[in-house]
């Protein structure tokens, strides 16, 4: 009875194991490329995005670290798909362990560069959301309105600019009077000879 329960037990714990594993694993993020030379081609680490102002990927004990302002885009791709024997794509059927190659433009001093890290394909989006809200935000151009209604309605928001419209409005209608009133033999509005 002993032997069958240790047998049990054992069988139990070496079952729950390799699915813990597993689970792990994809949580692991390779890189495979890029015009990075410090990082080596195939290390595999994690991301770090915690941080406010640098993305931070940690391998083999090293940080390599990008400010987030110097990110110009990313994107992702489908990663290379293995084949066994050169014949049959080696793909998961589980859509949460597929693979996907998330690419990171960068323009530093130096000029542009890229970053390729394969990894799950759920990880690689919520990182690229994190990487897109976290970029700092784009200026919008001067004269340019934010909103549509902006033209239509007076709000807190831009008042100022109805406020400078209004006292140039009055100016070229103050002009316009000064310039009629100074031509002899032109009417008034409204009036007649």
């Known amino acids: 009875m002993f032997s069958i329960r240790q047998i049990l037990v054992s069988t139990l714990i070496f079952a729950a194991v390799p699915p813990a594993v597993v689970r792990g694993a994809s949580d692991t993020v390779q890189y495979v490329g890029g015009t990075v030379k410090s990082i080596p081609v195939n290390s595999v680490g994690w991301f ?8 931070r990927f940690n391998y083999n004990g090293v940080v390599y670290r990008l400010p987030y302002e110097q990110i110009t885009g990313t994107q992702i791709e489908k990663a290379d798909v293995k084949h066994v024997m050169r014949v049959i794509p080696q793909e998961s059927l589980i859509f949460t362990h597929r693979k996907r190659t998330l690419v990171i433009n960068y323009t530093d001093p130096t000029g542009p560069g890229t970053l390729n890290f394969e990894l799950a394909a759920y990880r690689a989006a919520d990182a690229q959301q994190t990487i897109a809200a976290k970029k700092a935000p784009v200026a919008p151009v001067a004269g340019d309105s934010a909103w549509w209604g902006d033209k239509y309605w007076k709000t807190l928001r831009n008042k100022s600019a109805w406020d400078a419209q209004a006292a140039q409005n009055a100016q070229a209608a103050q002009n316009a009077q000064a310039t009629a009133a100074t031509q002899p ?8 000879k």
């Open 48 to 55: 770090n995005l915690d941080d406010a102002k640098e993305f």
């Open 185 to 192: 033999g032109q009417l008034p509005p409204g009036g007649t």
